[in-house]
């Protein structure tokens, strides 16, 4: 894969006087010689919903790329003293312009408009791109001084916050706002959904019409920059949520060439799984040299810290093929590339390791995904699919959720090319694709709570619209928040890296239906009044002990044991593991039950261990090899460490 010439695509200022906006977008068979004509149609930001304003038209000249066609460019003079200028405009003045282009073809009767640059790097409001005339000049971000000695963390060391940018905060600005918070709170790791744009207001961002710049809906570039620069000072990395499987219907090389009816696609077409309609097509040079390039963009303009890669089985082809394989192949090498810098790649660097994070959703195979390709982790659903099941009260599940939580059969380091890789996967009870674990226990129908209300009402224009799926609204029985108490110590205490979702340590009890518009375009605010209220002071209260205890090596790296007897404690809800390096020794207990448990066990080393959550029921004088009687209080759990 290469790099595509992003300083010769998309709308490029010139910061001269009058400022000169070059405009560049590559359109494979879309040709001059055929009749077809391409403008560019550009306006002031603040004159755009102005009726007499209108904005103003280039048109463009074809060239040929060699390496990929046809290349349409246009140079647009902003110049205040035009002759075509509306005399109230804003024409000329520095601020957003916003643009699309618009092609007359043959082909059709009409014009085909509203085509949305693909290499835009900033984004109007849905379904406009734009260009910040005196960027450089007014609004460009200076990184600060100690960007340049930040360090990913490494992966042993994780514990990943999910976050989506305006439920969690409203915009980027006011989510900086609270990283203090996530500082205080201990997570080394914000994953945020996708920032990309899309077309709708509320949306979760996975149909993409726009890869190279933030979404008008949560803030601008500048704002971005600052969000990722600011964690970094707090000891936080940054990964995003990238979709690069499939599109929105309205992106360039999806809407322009269905527009055109061609019978080919230079960029789309069935590729791997095709789980949501037409997906990208990684068998072409374009689509894999596009996405290799926005990996480039977003490390190198935004400094982020690494991806996780949306719905990888759309473009899944073997360890040996064309799609994610190679994405995340290449995209190391080109980090590996850059040992040595003296600017902020080097956060990358430690060592002999490469502390790129690429992480893969990769639902079907999530070994085989560690294992055959660069991803150094994974999301997999496993560990949550036995939790859910042990929550309706099968507690045959139990063993499941046992070998889970030490990922069984999942790689710790692989061999690569003469390289030993880290690998792991995540450990979650919750994430924006599924409910509250709350939920499992017991729901409330709308209209209990006035919160519950207020988001039912906010919605209501909405539900109308897009189907019954939306309705009913409902809640997690919070006053059933105690139940979650081991599951969420579990995770903490396992095998692998630690996701919350957001809101998920103060007791957030959002609903999400299984399949439907409802999960995507529905607003569910995080609900920050939680954070006051006894449940929300007590789980953050437990969350913050399980991160300290999580900060020990021998819970980030250490090996793991399944206590697997059915008898003496998966049938009595009672699931036991144990996690140990050369150095320290820890049991976990954990009961799933609604009464307290009475269960032996035979530790393996003399000594006193220290109970971790509460340092409380500490167990003195301990002889290895005799059978111990532990007591494990309902819904909750303890954790013994010993230093050998």
Sequence with gaps: MKLLPLNRLGARSRNTSPEVIDFDILLPWVSAREENRLFVKIIHEKDQFIQEIQPMKFEMSQSVDADYGELWRAEVMIDPDSLDRHPDSHWGEDGRYVYRYQLESPRLEGPIDWIIDPFAREFGVGKLSAITQGYDRNYKHKWSRGEKDWKTPPLDELIIYELMINEFGGSIREAAERLDYLTDLG?????????????????????????????????????????????????????????????SDLFAYHYLYERLKYDENPFMGPFAMDYFGSSTDFNRELTRDFFFTVNHHWLEVYHVDGFRYDCVPNYWD?????????????????????????DHWNRFFDGGTINLIQCAEQLEGPREVLHQSYSNSTWQNETLDAAKNVASGDYGWLTALGFRLGLLGYPSE??????????????????????????????????????????????????????????????????LWYKVQPYIIGIFAAKGIPLIWQGQE????????????????????????????????????????????????????????????????????????????????????????????????????SGDYLEELHRRDDLKDIEGGEWTLLSVPSNYGRVWTVRI
């Excluded at 073997?318 to 003296?342: D, F, Q």
């Design 187 to 247: 997570i080394n790791c914000i994953e945020v959904m996708p920032v990309s744009n899309v077309a709708n207001t509320v949306d979760w961002g996975f149909l993409p019409i726009g890869y190279f710049g933030v979404d008008e809906r949560f803030g601008k570039r500048r704002d971005m920059q600052k969000f990722v620069d600011a964690a970094h000072q707090r000891g936080i990395a940054v990964i995003l949520d990238v979709v690069y499987g499939h599109t």
């Design 414 to 479: 692989v061999e690569a090319n003469g390289e030993t890789i880290k690998k792991t996967a995540l450990q979650y009870m919750e994430n924006h694709d599924h409910p509250r674990l709350v939920c499992n226990f017991g729901t409330l129908p709308p209209g209990i709570d006035s919160s519950l209300k207020l988001l039912k009402e906010r919605n209501r224009e909405l539900c109308g619209t897009i189907g019954s799926d939306l309705l009913p609204l409902k809640d997690g029985d919070r006053s």
């Design 506 to 605: 103060f007791g957030e009890n959002y609903f999400i239906p299984e399949k439907g518009m409802g999960r995507v375009v529905l607003f569910r605010p995080v609900r920050w009044d939680y954070f006051y209220d006894p449940i929300g002071k007590r789980m953050v209260s437990l969350l913050r002990r399980l991160i300290k205890m999580r900060r020990q090596p021998h819970f980030q790296g250490g090996g793991h044991h399944f206590y697997n007897d059915p008898q003496r404690y998966q049938s009595r809800g009672v699931l036991l593991f144990s996690r140990e390096d050369q150095d320290s020794y820890s049991l976990v207990a954990l009961n799933f039950t609604d009464e307290d448990k009475m269960v032996e066990f035979q530790f393996p080393f």
């Design 318 to 342: 073997g360890p040996e093929g064309r799609g994610y394989a190679a994405l995340v192949y290449e995209t190391y090498e080109m980090v590996r590339s850059k040992r040595g810098s003296h």
